[in-house]
């Protein structure tokens, strides 16, 4: 059984497909363990422990609290929850920090972060008014393991969406969003399903 953790900061639309998606048997042999959030008023806290049940954690973060600091106590909350460097699974879900090389290197490709463009073009904040400025006629959203730096870690899966004239950031952001909840559930049960394989930048799926 594969211990999951995942982490958010506001909406957590994201959580809820990946744990419906659970709920519903699509996703195998994962238990949701905890939800942990940044932000205590992210909407996600609420449906995670309302419909879904799960425990939740704010951990909170000020000046004496960075990076390793910070993620230290994220680490300790995930080890309460059995989430383990070596049976868990850490998905960020629109957790809007960075995460420290200490953090990383101990959840070595155990932590998973979805990202809405095409890596690695687009990379940080506003991928999608990033997009549209660009002028790119198609992005999409990337599922990929978490390096020490910034959404650079190895591409598990991607799909792409047409960047339309009439687009603005909000409706591209929304077509996006709804592959985004397609993609993450399938990375999480590929993963589950011990299918993906790591050699250097490349991930490999197997059948
Ligand atoms: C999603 O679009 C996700 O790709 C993005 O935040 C949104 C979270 O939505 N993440 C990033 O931009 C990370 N760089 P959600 O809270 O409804 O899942």
New binding site residues.
Partial sequence: MLNLAIL?????????AILSAVQEGEIKNVKPSVVISNNPSAL?LRSASEIFRLPTKVVLCNKQTKGWDYDKQIVSVLCQHGVTPESGLVC?????RIISPEFVRRYNMRIM????ALLPSF?????QKQAIEYGVKVTG?TVHFVDEGV?SGPIILQKTVCVLDSDTEETL?SK??KE?HKLYPRSVKLFAEDKIQVKGRKVFIHN
């Fill in positions: 958010i900061s506001g909406k957590g639309s994201n959580m809820n996600g960020l879900a629109g957790f809007m972060n979805i990202h809405p990379p940080g904040l506003r991928a959203c959404d952001s996006i969003l985004e």
